[in-house]
């Protein structure tokens, strides 16, 4: 039962893993950067649906879509005015660019919002449902719920939609996809907004549960590069089975040892997985 | 020499060896005519290190404006008369909640600011890296933090304004042991998880070593890291646990999805926080009726001093927060200390706060109405407070001489 218990747990927990890290392999597969601000992505997502919720009075759940729209915008609009022009930069110049991006957004949170931490009160937070002796949190299988349906609808979108094809054949050949009439730019706009827009509306699932403060992201980008990397870096498929690996393990874990060392076990699976498979548990299928 | 001169451009920025030793010379001097500036009437710089962003920064925050309203005060009534009513002057820096950049700041705060002392850093394990730098520097440290490395290591330039935490942990433990017994329960098995940085692991040892003391059954004891992004484990091992009571030293976020779990799964025993996250008000804020009844430990409480911290609320909109009382507190004595001393001068402020004991101003507004430091800079008078969210408000529950209402024991 304990057992059953904590795999429950880590399954709901590495499902809100997973859709906020989509976002970073996302990116990665489709511009080949590693977006390190990618966190503060999160934390602004966090902060639209607290926003959401305090004045206009809205559920983070509900919240979570405009997060998602506001941040997908601003995306947009950073991919066309800055990561644009170091795409074929060295990657220094582009790790130069996300972190310096990293730094400006937290530093802009902390004096627009104060360093303040905020939290959401909901009737649901502190309510589980209980099937004999499992109690399943109801903010963590909301949370888990949204990030199911947003995971299938980035799916259909990758792979039913003309604009889901257009961006993978810009992913695999940027130039040849030119030559065929796709506009290379704006897939990368859309890619981008849509990287960053899926983390901000993760961010605003686990309202709930989590409060927000602008230095946030600082908690979750560790996870978030764990999670993509063990899935495989730029495989949408591998950042759900490694979030999930990650909310298991973590949860597991506990079981047998101290949960301070919930993360080093984490970490030592995650050292045997890059040494045994470098390119990750689902790398090259994209 | 004179005659290469000529080619080579204006005088000032020629690199000569006369030039490189008048830098040399005034660098070396830097610190001497710095301290001569400490004899000056101007204003009187204090150093102000709290971590105002960061996992920390509401406790920051909140300690910073019960600094900012004991310095107005001062300044409103006339300055520090001993040096002719010098205002005091708040240097304030942001240590984030990184140990390495709170030693960094404080560096930066005695080189540049000249400051005669620092107040700070909220958080043990900021307190203790800033620490290394003001006793490196002679420079007094006022603080609030309560682990007991502060004082254990014989430094001779700081001051804890609280009891430390092994003190706080006892009488956690005691204290409830008290109040279980008062409503007919003894108290056998109980559960301790904290977070596990200076504060929450110098406090759980108070706790553990007084159950054995006691005979009380420690059935959970578990550490974890502050940055903590799922309790679930942590709430599952303690429905688990069978414990009569649960004893959390958290900060706010970890705090608040501590109690929020537990309410997930129906897990009624009572709350005794360990400070921190548990008594301010974002953790009423954040739980609403669910934060009724929780009980914690405090090194200070503002409705023993009503007369002193109503300014607070009615400038903040909440209860002035133990923090902010204490860092006000700290203040406060270092001005008194400088007054006593007659010299806005490191030394002698640390030789005066060794040997005074304090009981104007803030001061009153700690337990034992004053403050004491013995030799090794712990504030002898302080003692643990029992505190209770009860309606809207965090009371003293206990020890029963400042009991301002009866403590409620929902076993």
């Not at chain 1, 060392?261 to 984490?266: C, K």
Request: hydrophobic share 50%.
């Amino acid at each position: 039962m304990v057992v059953i218990q904590a795999l429950v747990d880590g399954i709901l927990i590495g499902g809100v893993y997973a859709v906020v890290s989509i976002g970073l392999t996302l990116v990665f597969g489709v511009m080949g950067i590693v977006n390190f601000a990618q966190a503060e992505f999160l934390m602004l997502g966090m902060f639209v649906g607290y926003l959401a919720w305090a004045w206009l009075g809205l559920d983070p759940l509900i919240g979570s879509v405009i997060a998602f729209a506001v941040v997908f915008a601003l995306g947009c609009v950073v991919q066309h005015t800055l990561i644009r022009r170091v795409l074929r930069a060295p990657p220094v110049a582009q790790i130069f660019l996300t972190v310096g991006l990293l730094i400006v957004i937290e530093n802009a949170a902390l004096l627009g919002f104060g360093s303040q931490f905020r939290s959401v009160t909901t009737p649901y937070q502190t309510s589980a449902l209980r099937l004999g002796d499992l109690f399943i949190s109801v903010p963590y299988l909301a949370a888990f719920l949204m990030s199911v349906v947003s995971g299938l609808a980035l799916w259909l979108f990758m792979n039913r939609s003309w604009y889901g094809r257009a961006m993978r054949a810009t992913a695999q050949d940027g130039m040849a996809a030119s030559l065929m009439g796709i506009d290379a730019d704006r897939m990368r706009r859309i890619a981008f907004g849509l990287g960053v827009g899926l983390t901000a509306f993760g961010g605003a699932v686990i309202l709930p549960y989590f409060t927000v403060h602008p230095t946030v992201g600082a908690q979750f980008v560790v996870l978030m590069f764990t999670v993509v990397v063990l899935g495989g870096l730029g495989s949408v498929a591998g950042a759900i089975v490694g979030g999930q690996a990650v909310g298991i393990i973590q949860s597991l874990s506990a079981m047998a040892f101290p949960v301070q060392l919930q993360n080093l076990v984490l970490f030592l699976v995650f050292i045997t997985v890059l040494a045994l498979r470098p390119q990750g548990l689902v790398g090259g299928a994209r | 020499m004179d005659k290469r001169s000529d080619h080579r451009g204006p005088r000032l920025l020629r690199p000569t060896r006369r030039a490189a030793l008048q830098l040399g010379g005034a660098a070396v001097a830097m610190p001497f005519i710095a301290r001569l500036a400490y004899a000056q009437k101007g204003p009187v710089n204090v150093g102000v290190v709290l971590p105002l962003s960061g996992a920390n920064a509401q406790f920051g925050v909140n300690s910073l404006r019960g600094i900012e309203l004991a310095a107005e005060q001062i300044n409103k009534a006339g300055g520090i008369k001993a040096l002719g009513g010098a205002p005091i002057n708040l240097v304030v820096a942001d240590s984030t909640s990184t140990p390495t950049t709170a030693a960094t700041v404080g560096q930066r705060l005695i080189t540049q600011n000249s400051v005669v002392a620092i107040l700070g850093a909220y958080a043990s394990s900021l307190s203790i890296a800033l620490s290394e730098v003001t006793e490196r520097r002679d420079i007094p440290l006022l603080t609030m933090s309560f682990s007991d490395q502060i004082t254990s290591r014989g430094f001779k330039n700081i001051f804890q304004v609280v009891a430390k935490a092994s003190t706080l942990g006892r009488a956690q433990l005691t204290e409830t042991a008290e109040i279980a017994k008062d409503a007919g329960q003894t108290l056998q098995r109980v559960a301790i998880m904290y977070e596990d940085t200076a504060y929450g692991t110098s406090q759980a040892a108070g706790i553990r070593e007084t159950a054995k003391q006691t005979g009380i059954t420690i059935v959970m004891d578990e550490a974890y890291p502050l940055g903590i992004t799922d309790v679930t484990p942590l709430i599952n091992k303690l429905r688990g646990a069978d414990a009569q009571a649960v004893f959390p030293a958290s900060y706010l976020n970890d705090g608040l999805q501590i109690i929020r779990s537990m309410r997930q799964q129906r897990i009624g025993i009572p709350v005794i926080g360990g400070a921190g996250g548990y008594i301010i008000p974002d953790f009423k804020q954040g739980l609403g009726e669910f934060a009724e009844g929780v009980l914690s430990i405090a090194p200070g409480s503002h409705d023993l001093a009503p007369e002193l911290t109503a300014e607070f609320r009615q400038r903040h909109g909440y209860f002035m927060t133990h923090e902010a009382l204490e860092h006000a507190v700290c203040l406060s004595v270092l001005v008194q200390a400088i007054e006593t001393s007659g010299k806005a001068d490191p030394a002698a402020i640390r030789d005066t706060l060794h040997t005074t004991r304090f009981d104007q101003g803030w001061a009153k507004a700690m337990t034992g109405g004053a403050v004491k430091f013995d030799q090794t800079g712990l504030n002898t008078l302080s003692e643990p407070l029992m505190v209770q969210w009860q309606g809207d408000d965090l009371v003293t529950v206990g020890p029963s001489k400042y009991a301002k209402k009866k403590p409620i024991w929902t076993a």
